[in-house]
Structures are given as C-alpha cells and as structure tokens.
C-alpha cells in the first residue's frame, strides 16, 4: 500500500492507544473524543484489511496482525522523527532531537550539575529538543555504541570500545541498613564486616567485577535492577545495602536509614559522559559540550 498523510494519522492514534492501553487512556495524550478515536481504529483495521485489536467491555488488546503493524508503525515513527530531525538541521545546525540517557537516581546529587546545562541550552539552542531517558548503566554505553543514544551519563565497569569518555565528577557509595534491621540501633563498635555479611543483603543486577561476588553467595539475597528498587528494598529492614550516599541521605535525616560503619564496600562510581569517537552532529556535540563546561571541565 502507498501511504498517504491521513493514514500516518491513523496510524500516530493506533500507536498512542498501543502505548497507553486502551482508548480512554489515550484521549488526554490524542485531545479527540473516545468515538473518534475508536473511528479512527476502524478506519486504519479497514485500509489495511486487517484486525488490530480487541475493544470492549472486557479491554483493550491487540490481535496478532495488530502487534506487527505497532511494530511497523513505531518504526516509522522513528524514521520520520530522524528525517524531521535532519531537515531541521538545514535550516538550523542546532535543531533536532537528541538523545540522553542517564542512570536514575542523580537528581539528588548537588554535584550532578546537568540542570546548568539544560539551562543553558534552553536559552542557547532553544531549538533542541532534548529527549531524556532514563536507563541502567550498561544499557546506556551499549546504546550510545549502537547509535540508539545520542549521549549518555552514569557509571559503568564496562568500557564500550568506539566510545570517549568525560569523567564529570565520582558518586559515593556506601552500606546501609532500615529502620528495622538488627544492626540499625547498634553501636558503632559493636558491628563488624563479618556480622554484616551474617544478614542478607540486596545487589544491583548490572554489577560486575571480584569484589561484589562476595554478595551473591547466600539464597537469602535479593537483586534489584535500579536503585530506587534496592532503596525499597533496604527501607524494609530486611536487607543491607550499597547505596549512593546523597540518596540516602534523604531517608536517614529522616530516620528511615543508618549508614554502616562498615568500609568493606564502600567505593566511588566515575559518573562519565560517554559519546560515540566518530564525527557527530553539530546538535549532538553542542550538547555534549553543554554538560561538560557546566561541571567546570572540557572535552
């Protein structure tokens, strides 16, 4: 089939109901009305000839064929989300999408100063659309080698080779327990490394390297793939573990926490800046820039 302009409408609003998880949920993101909505559902099911999905009292679900065409659909988008993005940089170098991903949890961290740089691209480069994602670390440098990622920002043991890195400043981590833990109302010299180790513990899933397998060996420990997860996890009282300290400080001035008195883990993560070593974008650079000079440093 040639598609027209209207059917990329179409397809823009079966795409939204995918991504939401039904038609209501969609309405606010659409602005149309659910009838319409559904009209417009219908009108793509009969210019393909098939059926997308399953509406009614009992939901919202997509059939087979209706999986497949949101999967050609998003890869449209893509495309003309990366042609719309190239045609605005004839008009303007410093226009388009970029793409940062970021490892969650730095908000909190004064050092992490990507609000300075934001800032300024707002008033420099108004014209860049800065798309944020936040994701795990590894999956961050791979997709920044994959060309899926513009940039990206955290810390990461595994260095992707076509990439440089920008060290911007190191995170402190640290042990620590929940309000409920055993060792929460100890004394400092009444705990030792060997009592901690006693407890189970909760890890990140991404972590690598000799010095965390120590942490894997007891059943009773848990993995957690983010650090707000591990943050539940040890509020609970059931667990240890390494946390970054400026997030954690919110919940001990609460009470909630204690750090240990423990150095056996403790370590600092090399938050980087990481770019691809081939030539980029002028937008993609620009911003790159952008986060470097606001930590006082260059590339």
């Not at 970021?102 to 707002?122: M, Y």
């Not at 390297?209 to 996890?233: K, P, T, W, Y």
Request: hydrophobic share 40%; glycine share 8%.
């Amino acid at each position: 089939m040639k598609i027209s302009g209207s059917d990329l409408h179409l397809f823009r609003v079966f795409e939204s109901v995918v991504r939401n998880g039904g038609i209501s949920a969609a309405q606010m993101e659409l602005s149309l009305s659910q009838p319409t909505i559904s009209n417009h559902l219908t009108a793509l099911e009969q210019r393909l000839g098939v059926k997308l999905c399953e509406r009614g009292r009992r939901g919202f679900s997509l059939t087979d064929e209706g999986r497949r065409v949101y999967d050609i659909s998003v890869e449209m988008g893509e495309m003309l989300d990366a042609s719309s993005a190239r045609l605005s940089c004839l008009r303007s170098a410093l226009a388009g999408k970029v793409s940062l991903g970021i490892v969650d949890c730095l908000a909190t961290d004064p050092r992490l100063r990507l609000s300075g740089a934001i800032a300024e691209l707002s008033r420099a480069a108004p014209e860049i659309e800065l798309n944020l994602k936040i994701m795990q670390p590894n999956h961050i440098t791979r997709a920044v080698a994959a060309n899926e990622l513009d940039v990206g920002i955290g810390g990461s043991d595994i260095k992707v080779s076509g990439l440089s890195y920008r060290t911007l400043y190191r995170e402190e981590h640290a042990v620590f327990c929940g309000s409920g833990h055993p060792l929460f109302d100890a004394t400092d010299d009444a705990i030792t490394s060997a009592d901690c180790y006693k407890y189970p513990w909760v890890h990140r899933g991404y972590w690598n390297g000799v010095a965390n397998q120590r942490l894997h060996n007891s059943i009773l420990n848990r993995m957690a793939f983010d650090i707000e997860a591990e943050m539940l996890m040890v509020l609970s009282g059931a667990y240890l573990g390494v946390l970054p300290v400026h997030y954690a400080s919110l919940f001990e001035g609460q009470g909630r926490l204690r750090r240990l008195p423990i150095a056996d883990e403790d370590y600092f993560a090399d938050i980087d800046l990481a770019i691809r070593t081939s030539e980029q974008a002028a937008n993609v650079s620009f911003v790159a820039e952008a986060i470097v000079r606001a930590h006082g440093l260059h590339l």
